[in-house]
């Protein structure tokens, strides 16, 4: 099991993504956004993505607030450090419905849709997923073993 | 229309704006809890998306959030944030039990916090609806317990779609002078930033009106002033700007005794200049420069009034017949700064005014004599002066 003890993690604002080699680790908080994370564990690289917003078409600014360019960026950047794309394989977590029912659009379900929709096109198997909901989670990415950790207040840590 | 050039206008409007609105929250707040409450507003700025994960607290750390999506003119987001200890803090307050009793929010706890995020938010909003001649509707407020950086991402989406960096006004709380770690979040939309941006090159057109209009009595009253004194004595006024009511008392000279001259310069009250003078100041001022500390005081009132008169004058070039001129007699009260202005204040902003400040410096050889001016309007007046072009 990953434990949130085990070495430093760097965090992932909004909008941001990166690559890192193990032993450095990954983390992120997601509400209705999505952590998008790639693996090659063969060459114990992870990348993770906090994407916010669904399509590029839907606004303007820096890629890695869009699930689409987002991924495109993501796959580029893992291939620059060393990664072999057939050995690609992703995990997803967030897109809650945050603030209940009363919250004006289900932004969460459309970026979950967004997400699968680009790894589908870049014919990246998504391998695990922990999803939709209407719980924030912490989420914790390790390049050594692929595991992904996710944690919700009030509910025990689990490993996907 | 681009936002960015009345960057340095957007400052100094939004900064008072914003402290007005913290200070009529605050006041609500007070009532509501019982409990001396106080907000400071670090005003709007751009944060980097980056920033934006900490805004509402420690990313990862879980707070009580309370969103309420503005409605009406105005678009955006208003958000209140606190960490989960001390909301079970205010929740126990609230509900008049010892604190520690609370430890989990169910429907009661959550509908104390929603009760708290109306108040705060409706007060909030109303006072920038007053200001901005906007409708400015807060939605009822959603609850959410949960990590800090997860109940902004809705936020996050929809202000930041169009922009890599989020405009946002921040403002904290203190509680019975102590700093709480509530935060206030204001976000508004690209839409609704357009409309401000507009609002406020409308009124520093205004500004540049009445710093005309400052300027062309400046040198009347200097002329008095050389006559009264024998020798020559610059006066420097200061640019207008929009001000706060809340801002009118310092609190650390709330007890220095003042002169304040109010003078009403249109009919019912349409506008009226309000000035503050330390008569303490300026006897010194006079005891350095002529050494008639006697008619120290009564020159004062002729120097404010005269520049009551002026400005009366060339109001009443402004404003259309009926809301020109005007007869009633300035009036002069001195006592505690605190005592005077806060009922003063108080009756202001129930009458719709609009506040604009400057200062105005005296100064003849070394010595130097500064004064506040306030120059208040009805809105609807205000309204009008803002049709005249400035050249």
């Given at each position: 099991?990953l434990?949130?003890?085990?070495?430093?993690a760097q965090?992932?604002?909004?909008?941001?993504?990166r690559?890192v080699?193990e032993?450095?680790?990954l983390r992120?908080?997601?509400?209705?956004?999505?952590?998008?994370?790639?693996?090659?564990?063969k060459a114990?690289?992870?990348?993770?993505?906090?994407?916010?917003?669904?399509?590029?078409k839907e606004?303007s600014g820096?890629?890695g607030?869009?699930a689409d360019?987002?991924?495109?960026?993501l796959?580029?950047?893992?291939?620059?450090?060393?990664?072999d794309?057939a050995?690609l394989?992703g995990k997803?977590?967030?897109?809650a419905?945050m603030?209940g029912a009363e919250?004006?659009?289900?932004?969460?379900?459309?970026n979950i849709?967004a997400v699968?929709?680009?790894?589908?096109h870049h014919?990246?198997?998504?391998?695990?997923?922990?999803v939709?909901?209407?719980?924030g989670r912490?989420?914790f990415?390790?390049?050594?073993?692929?595991?992904?950790?996710?944690?919700?207040i009030?509910?025990?840590?689990?490993?996907? | 229309?681009s936002?960015?050039?009345p960057?340095?206008?957007l400052?100094?409007?939004f900064?008072a704006?914003?402290?007005?609105?913290?200070?009529s929250?605050?006041r609500?707040?007070?009532?509501?809890l019982?409990?001396d409450?106080r907000l400071h507003?670090?005003?709007?700025?751009?944060?980097?998306?980056?920033?934006f994960?900490?805004l509402?607290?420690?990313?990862?750390?879980?707070?009580?959030a309370?969103?309420l999506p503005?409605?009406?003119?105005?678009?955006?987001d208003?958000?209140?944030?606190?960490p989960?200890?001390?909301?079970?803090?205010?929740?126990?307050?609230?509900?008049?039990?010892?604190?520690?009793?609370?430890?989990?929010f169910?429907?009661?706890?959550?509908?104390a916090?929603?009760?708290?995020?109306?108040?705060v938010g409706?007060?909030f909003?109303n006072?920038?609806?007053?200001w901005?001649?906007l409708?400015v509707?807060?939605?009822s407020?959603?609850?959410?317990?949960?990590l800090?950086?997860?109940?902004l991402?809705?936020?996050?989406a929809?202000?930041?779609?169009l922009?890599?960096?989020?405009w946002?006004n921040?403002?904290?709380?203190h509680?019975d002078?102590?700093?709480?770690d509530?935060?206030?979040?204001?976000?508004?939309?690209?839409?609704?930033?357009?409309r401000?941006?507009e609002h406020?090159q409308?009124e520093?057109l205004v500004?540049?009106?009445?710093d005309?209009?400052?300027h062309h009595?400046?040198?009347?009253?200097?002329?008095q002033?050389r006559?009264?004194?024998?020798?020559?004595v610059?006066v420097?006024?200061g640019?207008?700007?929009?001000?706060a009511?809340s801002?009118?008392?310092d609190?650390?000279?709330?007890?220095g005794?003042?002169?304040?001259?109010?003078a009403?310069?249109?009919p019912?009250?349409?506008?009226?200049l309000l000035?503050?003078?330390?008569a303490?100041?300026?006897v010194r001022?006079?005891?350095?420069?002529?050494?008639?500390r006697?008619?120290?005081?009564?020159?004062m009132?002729?120097?404010q009034?005269?520049?009551?008169?002026?400005?009366r004058?060339?109001?009443a070039?402004r404003?259309?017949?009926?809301?020109?001129g005007?007869?009633?007699?300035p009036?002069?009260?001195a006592g505690?700064?605190?005592?005077l202005?806060?009922p003063w204040a108080?009756?202001?902003v129930a009458?719709d005014?609009?506040l604009f400040?400057?200062?105005?410096v005296f100064?003849?050889?070394?010595?130097?004599f500064?004064?506040?001016?306030?120059?208040?309007?009805?809105?609807?007046?205000?309204?009008e002066?803002?049709?005249f072009?400035?050249?």
């Open positions: 099991m434990s949130t003890a085990v070495g430093p965090f992932i604002g909004i909008g941001e993504l690559v080699r032993p450095e680790r992120t908080v997601l509400g209705s956004c999505i952590g998008v994370a790639l693996f090659d564990r114990m690289l992870a990348g993770l993505s906090h994407v916010i917003l669904p399509s590029s606004g820096a890629r607030k869009f360019t987002a991924v495109d960026d796959i580029q950047q893992m291939m620059e450090a060393g990664a794309r050995r394989c997803m977590v967030g897109g419905r603030f919250s004006q659009s289900d932004l969460g379900s459309r849709e699968r929709d680009r790894l589908r014919r990246i198997a998504i391998i695990a997923e922990d939709g909901g209407m719980k912490k989420m990415a390790d390049p050594a073993t692929a595991a992904v950790e996710v944690q919700i009030g509910e025990a840590p689990r490993v996907i | 229309m936002t960015a050039a960057a340095l206008a400052d100094t409007s900064k704006l914003s402290v007005d609105s913290a200070f929250a605050a609500a707040l007070t009532t509501w019982n409990r409450v507003t670090e005003g709007f700025h751009s944060a980097p998306l980056a920033e994960s900490e509402a607290g420690p990313p990862e750390e879980p707070v009580v309370l969103h503005l409605q009406g003119d105005l678009q955006g208003l958000l209140i944030a606190l989960e200890q001390i909301a079970f803090q205010l929740v126990d307050m609230l509900l008049g039990q010892p604190v520690g009793t609370t430890t989990a169910g429907e009661l706890e959550q509908s916090m929603q009760e708290t995020g109306n108040i409706s007060s909003a006072c920038l609806a007053r901005l001649r409708s509707v807060p939605a407020p959603n609850f959410a317990y949960d800090a950086c997860a109940v991402a809705p936020i996050a929809s202000a930041a779609n922009s890599d960096e989020v946002v921040r403002t904290c709380f509680l002078g102590q700093h709480v509530w935060r206030l979040l204001l976000l508004l939309s690209e839409s609704a930033r357009e401000v941006a406020v409308r520093q500004c540049y009106d009445l005309m209009l400052l009595t400046a040198a009347e009253v200097a002329t002033l006559n009264e004194l024998g020798h020559d610059r420097i006024c640019d207008f700007a929009r001000a009511f801002e009118l008392i609190p650390a000279a709330a007890n005794h003042i002169e304040m001259l109010t009403p310069l249109t019912a009250g349409a506008g009226t000035s503050v003078t330390s303490d100041e300026f001022f006079l005891a350095q420069t002529s050494g008639g006697q008619a120290a005081v009564p020159l009132h002729t120097l009034e005269t520049f009551a008169r002026s400005l004058q060339t109001l070039g404003l259309t017949a009926e809301h020109a005007s007869e009633s007699e009036d002069w009260q505690p700064a605190g005592e202005l806060a108080k009756t202001q009458a005014h609009e400040r400057t200062s105005v100064k003849t050889g070394r010595a130097t500064e004064t506040t001016l306030h120059l208040l309007l009805h809105a609807d007046r205000y309204a002066m803002g049709t072009d400035v050249c």
